[in-house]
């Protein structure tokens, strides 16, 4: 038998150009006849000290290898290939093509450049104008390779002698910049050469000054000067190396950009733009000079996963004119992104675009923003066709109103660009039904739109926070559509820097001020459990410890607290939650005011953390705690039990998210119990006509919990129902995104009139990750997907459904259709794992890699 390694990766980085550690985790893929098993692998890495080659290793694993050579030093590449043993081959495999991974600047001494802001004087109360920074510099020989290294207080997007570097938007994303500012490593060797050269920098508010948060938001939240950072490495013919950073040597100007910011919207005059600004040989003689400041270089960090880009482009489906005489674009799908206008006019001439996620009544509906203007205007320069897209701001919108039109046929100039942290898309979903397949897409678009660099609850009005509960219960399903991993790990360590020394973990991170209701921060169930469950996610699905690792003493911290609140009843019961968030019946103005006791969901979540803190606890040899936190579980089990679920198996919450909860975290103290509660269940969602009556707690575990009492078609009812509340009834609306409210929309086609009133929020969306392992029977059933779960379960009338994911090791998939006689079921296994196939009607088996068809006769 023969194998094929595919390209090596490093960590979880798509690319390994300035990664953060010397000692890079090895992944790879491995492609092979069926049967094929590895059983030993041998690295080679090939640096500028010349080839190393490990010993034969004798290990069937293939991800997160870790890195068996000396530590690289900062800027350092290595080129690593890998070849492969089978058990019943003789001969190793080919080696891999080369994989290249070269690291940042590992230590803080490599910082020899300083934040450098313009040197006017500015109103920190007001809107401010960005800048442009520049400087010219010498290379006295050939370059033979060049790195620049990146980050700032604030935004920016850097050029090299007229050119941008990099694809990459709204570096250096939103972090903790206290305790973390990410840096970004660029190779810029194609754009220097001997002789003169020129840097320039754009500089925007972003999230570090911009008014940014609730009640008209507030400004200068982490200072009050934005700042470019950046060090360029050139690297000569003859090995020498030349250092150019940011000191006083720079100058300062007003660029094209008046004003921009991420709720506000960008005010461009093209006729402001210096011509050739950012290339050697322009006169800055009435530029401004610089000013130094500091900033602690231990607290730069590398990228953990891959920058915000713009990932695809939409055109128009529609152009109408409004009933007010407004030119209106319709997109056809609610986005994240900006426009991108073709226009032609005079000198002067102003094109007003706006933005929003519906229309009421034929026009552009934007009380929904609440306090974001979401208006961009650009100046032209007049002359020939003009192009632009705003530079450092975002909007969430379907529609878009254009004033000043001049640039011909709409259909044809305005592009809308798509914009998220560009993740490796890793999952799909298909079935014979094209409203679960559109409600798919609903959720995919939704993580799209939110995953801006951090996970936010909503991508278009004054808020866009990364709250902590809409992750957690979203996490699944996030890390099965694409390959997240990179982006949360970073995201949990911001969580473990705004956790309080008590253990509480916020309601959003990174925190900002909040109001009375959200400050000062306390507590919360659901979204303070973030800390326990999402790690054991991302371990769950990516087979990384090192994740639980990182995230052990935040996860610990947490559960001790739950556990010194809840004392001796070992019951959460006291103080603030928000509880089942959003049930449909709660009165739109009090969405915490659910069906479900608050505080029974605090204490099942208290339950269902300590649980998973034990088995954290267990992976990383931590035995002392996995017998403390795992008897802990059990104990707040019993006490669950005792207080919430009656000898009849009702609860005491006599409501959906209750059962389904306690269902599923295994709170009820027999079977029998567990089997009556699944019967009333059932009996509640027949008795609300099959219509949703969770929120944020019991919407991601309901399908599970009737799925797991035997209720499948009840699930199944639940899920293909049209009426309001349910998930297919945004689909019937037209809903393209996964809303905030189950009735954002009212039947009447107006606008729900709550003041927060989102549409496109993935939370609710959790039930794919139902849909991938239910529907079309595809789950993990080892970390990383080493060991996998066929297991569909057909119902509600589909006839067939697929599901397809990019594991660590390779893709799995599985497809499946129902005919007059029963099933057939097509099955793929990757190389590296094995798998468990129960099918309806048959016994279990367990099969190793390769494509696999089963027949299931008589099951309809």
């Avoid at 690289?72 to 019943?88: F, I, K, N, P």
């Avoid at 990146?150 to 206290?178: I, K």
């Amino acid at each position: 038998m023969t194998a094929t390694v595919q390209p090596v990766t490093f960590e979880h980085l798509p690319d390994a150009l300035g990664i953060g550690t010397g000692t890079p985790r090895i992944s790879w893929k491995t492609r092979a006849e069926p049967g094929w098993v590895q059983c030993a692998y041998q690295l080679s890495i090939i640096t500028e000290a010349g080839r190393w080659t490990g010993d034969r290793i004798e290990s069937g694993e293939s991800v997160l290898q870790p890195w068996p050579a000396k530590a690289l030093g900062s800027g350092q590449r290595a080129d690593v290939s890998v070849r492969v043993w089978g058990t019943a081959d003789a001969e190793p495999s080919a080696w891999s093509p080369a994989a290249a991974v070269e690291t940042g600047l590992l230590a803080p001494d490599d910082w020899m450049a300083s934040p450098i802001s313009p040197a006017w004087d500015e109103d920190r109360d007001s809107d401010r104008r960005p800048p442009l920074l520049r400087r010219t510099f010498e290379l006295p020989r050939p370059v033979t390779a060049a790195r620049l290294y990146v980050t700032a207080h604030g935004l920016y997007e850097m050029e090299v002698n007229g050119s941008r570097v990099g694809t990459d938007a709204f570096s250096p994303g939103w972090t903790v910049y206290g305790e973390r500012l990410r840096y970004y490593t660029y190779d810029v060797t194609r754009h220097l050469g001997q002789g003169e050269n020129a840097m320039g920098a754009w500089l925007a508010d972003g999230w570090y000054r911009g008014r940014f948060g609730f009640n008209g938001g507030h400004r200068n939240l982490y200072g009050d000067k934005v700042a470019l950072l950046a060090q360029l490495h050139v690297t000569h013919d003859d090995g020498s190396v030349t250092v150019v950073g940011t000191d006083g040597q720079w100058k300062a100007s007003f660029g094209p950009i008046l004003c921009t910011g991420l709720y506000e919207g960008e005010e461009y005059d093209a006729r402001l733009l210096p011509s050739g600004w950012s290339r050697p040989g322009f006169s800055d003689g009435a530029w401004q000079p610089v000013v130094e400041g500091h900033r602690d270089p231990a607290t730069l960090v590398a990228p953990e996963g891959p920058p915000v880009r713009c990932t695809d482009q939409v055109r128009p489906v529609n152009v109408t004119t409004s009933p007010s005489g407004k030119l209106i674009l319709d997109f056809g799908q609610n986005l994240v992104g900006r426009l991108q206008v073709t226009v032609q006019g005079g000198a002067g001439s102003t094109v007003t675009l706006r933005h929003a996620e519906v229309l009421q009544d034929g026009e552009l509906y934007t009380r929904p923003l609440r306090g974001a203007a979401a208006t961009d205007v650009y100046t032209l320069a007049g002359g020939a066709p003009e192009t632009w897209e705003p530079r450092f701001t975002i909007h969430g919108f379907r529609y878009a109103e254009i004033s000043g039109w001049t640039g011909g046929d709409a259909a044809e100039n305005v592009i809308a660009r798509v914009y998220h942290t560009d993740m490796a898309r890793t999952g799909w979903f298909e079935c014979s039904d094209p409203d679960l397949n559109r409600l798919h897409e609903n959720v995919r678009w939704s993580m799209k739109g939110n995953f801006v660099d951090i996970p936010t609850d909503c991508p278009q009005r004054d808020e866009r926070l990364g709250w902590t509960g809409d992750l957690q219960v979203f996490a699944p399903t996030a890390t099965f559509l694409y390959d997240c991993s990179g982006m949360l790990s970073s995201w949990l360590k911001d969580v473990a820097a705004e956790q309080a020394p008590d253990g509480t973990v916020p309601w959003y991170v990174p925190v900002i001020p909040g109001g009375d209701y959200w400050t000062p921060v306390r507590p919360g169930a659901v979204w303070g459990d973030v800390a326990v469950l999402t790690p054991w996610v991302l371990y769950e699905r990516f087979n990384d410890a090192k994740i639980l690792a990182d995230q052990y003493q935040s996860a610990k911290a947490w559960v001790d607290l739950l556990d010194s609140l809840a004392g001796g009843s070992h019951l959460w019961n006291t103080g603030f939650q928000l509880g089942d968030w959003l049930d449909p019946s709660a009165p739109p103005e009090n969405p915490s005011e659910a069906k479900t006791d608050r505080h029974l969901v605090a204490s099942a979540y208290f339950a269902w953390s300590a649980r998973h803190l034990g088995k954290m606890a267990g992976v990383l040899g931590k035995a002392d705690d996995e017998l403390r936190y795992l008897e802990l579980a059990r104990a707040a089990s019993e006490a669950f039990a005792k207080e919430y679920i009656l000898p009849d198996g009702r609860m005491t919450s006599d409501a959906q998210t209750a059962y389904a909860l306690a269902i599923v975290f295994d709170l009820f103290p027999s079977v029998e119990l567990r089997q009556l509660a699944g019967k009333r269940l059932a009996e509640l969602v027949r008795e609300a006509g099959n219509r949703i009556a969770t929120g944020f707690a019991g919407t991601p575990v309901i399908a599970d919990a009737l799925t797991s009492v035997g209720e499948l078609e009840t699930a199944y009812d639940l899920l293909l129902e049209k009426e309001c509340p349910s998930w297919l009834y945004s689909v019937a609306q037209g809903g393209t995104t996964i809303w905030e409210r189950w009735d954002s929309l009212l039947p009447d086609g107006t606008v729900n009139p709550g003041e927060m009133t989102s549409f496109n929020h993935y939370a609710l969306g959790a039930v794919a990750d139902w849909m991938h392992r239910s529907v079309a029977g595809l789950a993990p059933l080892e970390p990383g997907y080493r060991r996998i779960l066929f297991r569909p379960q057909p119902g509600g009338g589909l006839r067939s459904a697929s599901a397809a994911h990019e594991t660590p090791y390779g893709r799995a998939s599985i497809s499946w259709k129902r005919d007059g006689s029963g099933h057939s079921v097509e099955i793929e296994v990757p190389t590296g794992t094995t798998a468990r196939v129960e099918l309806p009607g048959r016994a279990p088996a367990d099969v190793g890699p390769g494509r696999f068809e089963y027949v299931v006769e008589g099951v309809s």
